[in-house]
Every structure is written in structure tokens, then in C-alpha cells.
């Protein structure tokens, strides 16, 4: 769809009541003629958009060079032996405390042993940092991603907040589609509808 088109239905999204917070923006896109029985059929995708809009928490289980970078832009640090020391109910409290987790690749056995049972059901097992790799980088990386994830036939995926600039909100939209559509069988003929609202707004048809 037009770029010009999609502003006028962030235009419309964000004319919706104020409200006593800062609602999310999200999108709604419907699939038809798929069967998510299948497999192949599933989406399951982290799309990196254009425009950073959350704060995540970050979880870094590194040690050295890595853990003190990563530790300067706020991720929270996890040692080696921290991490074999860690009971069920810390590692379950560290699991919920964090969106992303980084890892430093030599360190990935010991986290698929400590962890892997936690991270691995909720899709949140680490991204390797490979030696000499900025953690920095990765982490302001990881801050973009829209997680999309096809359990039924509508997809819903935060983009953004209501109180970003509109083209911003756009940008990732189009970002999310595009994704999406490549990843269809049939593309856009794949895609019934595709909706726009914030939290408690009303919906607003962008295709």
C-alpha cells in the first residue's frame, strides 16, 4: 500500500480520546486460505523496525569485556558462576525480569543446561555473541524487534506508542507488513484485512 496511505490511518489511530497513559499503537493483520496446522505455514519471525519505541530489559550472560559493555548501557549482568549457582525460582524471576538475553557463544552449553528449560518454552533463548562481537550493538539491535508469532489466524503486533511521531508509527507498520507478506505462501493474497488501534481506541482499517 502507499506510504500516504498508511499516515492516514496512523492520522486516524492517534485522533482517538486521550487517555490517563500512553496507549500502545498496535496492528491486526487476518489471514485467510492458511492452514497454521501446518508447519510450514507458521510464522515465526523477529522483525527489526525501523524505529525504536520500548524500553526492554536486557539480559547479558557474559563475563570480561562483554559483561562491562554490557552493563554500561543497562543490561543486567549474569556471571558464569552466577549462573550455575541459580535455583529454579531465581532463574524463573530472572527469566520474567528480562524481554532479550545475550549470551557470550561460549557460554551457550551452560546456558542451554541451566536455563534452557525456562528460556527455550517462552522464545526467549539467547542471541551467541561470537569473540570480539560489540554487545552494544546487538543490544540497540534487539530494542527494534517486533515479535511475531502466528498461534491463530490473526496476528497482533505492538509497533509503537502514541506518543511517537506518525510517520514513525507508519514506518513500522509497513515494516511489519512487508515482513509478514514474505513470509506468506501466497503473499498478499494471503491477508483478509489488516487493522490499526491503540489500547482502548477504536480500530481503524489500513487494507
Sequence with gaps: MEAEEMLEAVGKVLSSKERGFVESVDLSINLKNIDLKQPKNRINVDIVLPKKFKELRMGAI??????????????????????????????????????????ESALMALVGKSLGAILGPRGKMPEAIPPGADPVQILARLEKIARVRSKTTTLWVNIGRKNMDAKDIAENAAAVIKSVESRLERGWQN?????????MG?????A
Design 202 to 206: 477504536h480500530s481503524v482499517k489500513v
Design 62 to 103: 557474559a563475563s570480561g569485556e562483554i559483561a562491562m559493555k554490557a552493563k554500561e548501557v543497562g543490561a543486567e549482568v549474569i556471571d558464569p558462576e552466577e549462573l550455575k549457582r541459580m535455583d529454579k525460582k531465581k532463574a524463573r524471576a530472572l527469566v520474567n525480569r528480562c524481554d532479550y538475553f545475550i549470551a
Design 191 to 199: 491477508i483478509a484485512s489488516i487493522y490499526m488501534k491503540t489500547t
